[in-house]
């Protein structure tokens, strides 16, 4: 069962363009919604994390965006560099447990 | 340690041999997780610890699997009698919360290769 669903699966963005990852999600119990960027060789390492009573939360380049009504959030890169391309994968958790999303590869071109 | 320190880095196997994979946590973090990565693939959960608690291990995906974690801290996932589907990267994270919610830190991961 999946319960974190995650769109698309490989994007690829023009330098200074944006990247949006979508993710969905099925159980309402979730309560913390993070962001993972893995670079090939690494392990995932945090990028950027939401609570459910927040619609919206900015990191310098990097914004997520909540909507739990429809149980969905995604992820913005904003003028997306080359040094961003890594895997993406969201998460949800419940109790401290961990759901992740199957991943986006993101490529961005110079 | 500053992070979490996963050995060994690289191992590869024979079918049908017994493997320990060891996840050393952050010092302090409750939580202590292992997921497999197979090559291009999604993080898929293996078992996860929680402090004193029962561990959930739902995500095992046969009997050949098993893991423990002793005196809260050091973490063995052992695959008894690998087969080739094995081969995959074992990443091992642990992590704190922090006002409910929960930041993971991963390790580099353990790189199976079955032969």
């Known amino acids: 069962q999946q319960q974190v669903k995650q769109s698309p699966q490989s994007l690829i963005v023009q330098k200074g363009g944006i990247s949006i990852i979508n993710c969905a999600y099925e159980?309402?119990?979730?309560?913390?919604f993070p962001w993972y960027q893995q670079f090939p060789g690494k392990g995932p390492a945090l990028l950027i994390a939401?609570?459910?009573?927040?619609s919206e939360k900015k990191e310098g380049r990097f914004t997520i965006s909540f909507n739990k009504s429809a149980k969905q959030f995604s992820l913005h890169i904003m003028d997306s560099q080359p040094g961003d391309s890594a895997t993406y994968f969201c998460?949800?958790?419940?109790?401290?447990?961990?759901?992740f999303g199957s991943g986006t590869r993101l490529q961005v071109q110079p | 340690g500053a992070g979490v320190s996963q050995s060994p880095s690289n191992k590869v196997t024979e079918k049908g041999k017994d493997v320990e994979l060891r996840c050393d946590p952050i010092?302090?973090?409750?939580?202590l997780y292992w997921y497999r990565q197979s090559l291009g693939q999604g993080l898929e959960f293996l078992i996860y610890?929680?402090?004193?608690?029962?561990p959930d291990k739902s995500g095992l995906p046969s009997d050949r699997f098993s893991a423990e974690r002793t005196g809260g801290s050091v973490s063995t996932l052992t695959i008894q009698r690998t087969q080739q589907e094995d081969s995959a990267v074992y990443l091992c994270?642990?992590?704190w919360g922090y006002g409910g919610q929960m930041v993971a830190f991963f390790g580099q991961g353990t790189r199976l290769t079955v032969v």
């Open positions: 159980n309402t119990a979730f309560d913390y």
């Open positions: 994270a642990s992590s």
């Open positions: 939401i609570r459910p009573d927040v």
């Open positions: 998460a949800a958790s419940k109790r401290r447990a961990l759901t």
């Open positions: 010092s302090g973090h409750t939580a």
């Open positions: 610890f929680q402090g004193n608690s029962a």
